[in-house]
């Protein structure tokens, strides 16, 4: 009791000593805290936490500890860890950071009001309720209430859907949900992000306001680690009258959620350009001029069907997706003594893609090879991805569509997945065992017998092997905990193997993921066309994993074959397929298809002459490509297929203008320019054989004309003097060859 007290309280005995309990009654409510006597108390989990979050003091460049904590002080991110937390708030400093005597006083209240310098500026004004919450619980005592607080169970988003029109707007209600059966009202402290902005922006209270482009939009709602999405349509509103024929299931899809939004689609593309695109998007190559003289010949309306079964059946299929699942799978050469694992790894990649093998099938014997190379070539990926963190990295991604990387160091921020959770899957891998085999550079990869389990690197503790999101399996010491993994992957429900692998597909056709990106599958992450992934997913469990089967009911569908260009209403959509997307050809593809319309061949080490570069099997050849180098094509560092580089730049712009290898083919002795030079037929002839080779289509009336007439003019040289004929015919079909490869039409698939 403060020394002022003694003389009142005497004074009272002496007056009347049966009034004392009331009189210290009174005294006591008169000292109290009005929040204690006329409010609930403030909780540190349920009240302060949310406060410190939404005003961004725990994201990772402010005070979050995944970003080093500014200034020495560190808060968990997006404040999963309330312990840590509250040690770091209340204690640490010599609690400097809470004057509970004076709250307004608190180094916490005052920097994020800005009273005293704040390098992250006014983050709690003093009129606002997150200064109020943060004041009255530090009035209260900054109690520590993690182990009583009320649990919280989940959050969601009211209304967790909707059409908004374009240039309106919808306000949004998040409701967080708690074991004892009470929800109460968190806009004010709950964090609203939109997955596309150019749709749609969202402000910190909920409040959805549509642009001038209509789609569909997710708004992310995020509170204290639950996370919930409302998910928006913005029609357009046009009158879809007509549509392409639906030819399954995919077509009835896109185009029921064209007439949602009121998009209609662009007409079905000509036989040339389906044939070109269909070719190099299956076989990774242009059509041959034999081949594109037939297609656009047949009267047979089936023709587009039996094209894609006969692409389906060549090497150049399994060449061309061979080339992404090795980069994807890191199967690079860093010095020489790599070439036979890479080239065996390569040749059983491709192997399986020619005889249609099972995608589980492939799987499997991927991440459950032991023995050596020679013996087992998918071993090779043990020689690339050594650590058990980097191959549960990578699988997730690669194989589950999810990113775990977050989740080794802290709770994921934008998914449910917990440093556990990274562990277990981590401990499939825990009892991968290797020894040297006698020969250089070949481990012989095997199973350690005993209990699979990894160490929680910030628990200590041990944790099981366990699928995301499932129960822990019982694995005895002799049981390889590899299987376990892939019986799991393979099941006919489980949420991310096959879901991953059609979206992975979906976009290699169709240039945009349902869901994007593509390996970052979510709920906070939801898809364009949900149904339309259901229904694709379980199309591909159906057929029993079948990859050529997913290509073929892709390609097949109208969808695929909708022209690129777009009609007076769809110019604008980016995410519901109402026209073909164009993409340029990725770096080997171009090499290829320049050969092909040159007449030339590149030649590559270590391989037999007439190699095609998307059959190169791993990212030496890079290195005394320039072209591939600048085109993007990638070193199989990363299993993101972000690493391959399908944007233009200006050094691809001249590297195909003036660069040597270039000029090279075009002044090729062997050549199509020199061939087309010396043969004698009409120069029309020799215009459509071009326009064949490289768009598979003749030239319209005034492309002919225009390269006729270029054909015709005479050639000076800098003299001033004529050019030999024979020698101004080569160098004008020269020309005439690079104006077409330098023409967006060839250098895109459309």
């Not at 749709?199 to 642009?211: C, D, I, M, P």
């Not at 190099?280 to 047979?300: N, Q, V, W």
């Not at 059946?313 to 020489?336: E, G, I, S």
């Amino acid at each position: 009791m403060p020394q002022r007290d003694l003389p009142l309280l005497r004074h009272v005995r002496v007056r009347a000593p049966r009034t004392v309990t009331l009189t210290l009654a009174l005294l006591c409510l008169g000292f109290a805290s009005p929040l204690q006597a006329d409010e609930p108390p403030v909780s540190f989990v349920n009240d302060v936490m949310p406060v410190l979050t939404k005003a961004g003091c725990s994201i990772g460049f402010c005070h979050a500890k995944a970003g080093g904590g500014q200034r020495g002080f560190q808060l968990s991110l997006l404040g999963f860890e309330p312990a840590e937390d509250y040690e770091h708030l209340v204690k640490e400093s010599r609690g400097r950071r809470i004057a509970a005597p004076s709250p307004d006083e608190s180094l916490i209240l005052q920097k994020a009001s800005g009273r005293v310098p704040h390098g992250g500026g006014v983050r709690l004004p003093r009129d606002s309720e997150g200064y109020r919450i943060l004041h009255d619980w530090i009035s209260q005592g900054a109690k520590d209430d993690r182990e009583t607080a009320t649990k919280l169970v989940s959050i969601e988003v009211q209304p967790p859907s909707g059409t908004i029109p374009r240039r309106s707007e919808q306000s949004l209600k998040a409701v967080a949900r708690y074991a004892d059966g009470t929800t109460r009202d968190v806009t004010g402290q709950a964090l609203f992000e939109p997955n596309d902005e150019a749709l749609a922006e969202v402000s910190g209270n909920g409040l959805v306001k549509t642009h001038d482009i209509s789609g569909n939009v997710a708004v992310m709602v995020r509170y204290q680690g639950n996370v919930a999405v409302f998910r928006g349509s913005i029609p357009l509103g046009a009158p879809v009258d007509s549509l392409p024929p639906s030819k399954n299931f995919i077509d009835e899809l896109v185009f029921a959620n064209l007439k949602g939004i009121g998009v209609p689609p662009s007409a079905l593309c000509d036989d040339a350009t389906f044939l070109r695109r269909v070719t190099l998007d299956i076989a990774g190559r242009l059509p041959t001029d034999e081949e594109a003289k037939l297609f656009l010949e047949s009267s047979d309306p089936a023709k587009r069907d039996r094209v894609i079964d006969e692409l389906l059946k060549t090497p150049d299929y399994a060449d061309f997706f061979a080339t992404k699942w090795t980069a994807l799978l890191k199967n690079r050469r860093d010095d020489a003594s790599d070439i036979t694992s890479n080239f065996a790894f390569h040749a059983w990649v491709r192997d399986s893609l020619l005889a249609n093998k099972p995608y589980d099938q492939f799987v499997r014997e991927l991440l459950a090879a032991t023995g050596t190379i020679i013996a087992n070539p998918p071993v090779a990926w043990y020689k690339r991805v050594k650590e058990p963190k980097q191959q549960i990295e990578d699988v997730a991604q690669l194989f589950l569509g999810v990113r775990m990387q977050c989740a080794q160091c802290h709770h994921h921020p934008f998914e449910r997945w917990s440093q556990d959770d990274y562990y277990a899957l981590a401990a499939f891998f825990s009892q991968v065992g290797r020894k040297p085999s006698g020969v250089r550079e070949q481990d012989l990869i095997f199973h350690k017998r005993g209990v699979a389990a990894a160490t929680n690197m910030k628990t200590g503790k041990a944790v099981k092997p366990a699928a995301l999101g499932d129960a822990i399996p019982d694995i005895l010491p002799d049981q390889d905990p590899r299987l376990k993994l892939a019986d799991w992957m393979s099941r006919p429900e489980n949420p991310f193997f096959a879901k991953a692998l059609v979206n992975r597909y979906w976009k290699h056709f169709f240039t945009r993921g349902l869901i994007e990106p593509e390996d970052d599958i979510r709920d906070t992450n939801p898809p364009t066309n949900p149904e339309l992934l259901a229904a694709l997913e379980k199309h591909f469990v159906a057929s029993g994993f079948d990859l050529k089967a997913l290509v073929k009911v892709i390609t097949q569908s109208s969808a695929y074959q909708l022209s690129a260009i777009p009609n007076d209403h769809n110019l604008a959509d980016r995410q519901n397929y109402s026209r073909h997307y164009p993409k340029r050809l990725q770096a080997e593809v171009l090499l290829d298809a320049i050969d092909r319309v040159a007449g030339t061949q590149t030649d590559f080490a270590n391989l037999p002459a007439g190699t095609r570069a998307v059959a190169l099997p791993d990212n030496s050849y890079n290195r005394s490509s320039p072209f591939l180098r600048v085109f993007g094509r990638p070193e199989g560092e990363s299993v993101c297929e972000c690493e391959r580089v399908q944007s233009s730049s200006l050094a691809q712009s001249l590297h195909l203008l003036n660069a040597a290898d270039i000029k090279g083919k075009l002044a090729s002795p062997t050549g199509r320019a020199q061939k087309l030079a010396k043969e004698m037929r009409p120069n029309e002839e020799k215009v459509q054989e071009l326009y064949l080779a490289a768009f598979s289509r003749a030239p319209r009336s005034d492309e002919l004309k225009t390269a006729l007439d270029y054909l015709a003019e005479p050639r000076v040289d800098k003299d001033g003097k004529p050019v030999d004929p024979a020698k101004a015919a080569n160098e004008n079909f020269q020309d005439l060859v690079w104006a077409l490869i330098n023409t967006k039409e060839f250098l895109f698939n459309h």
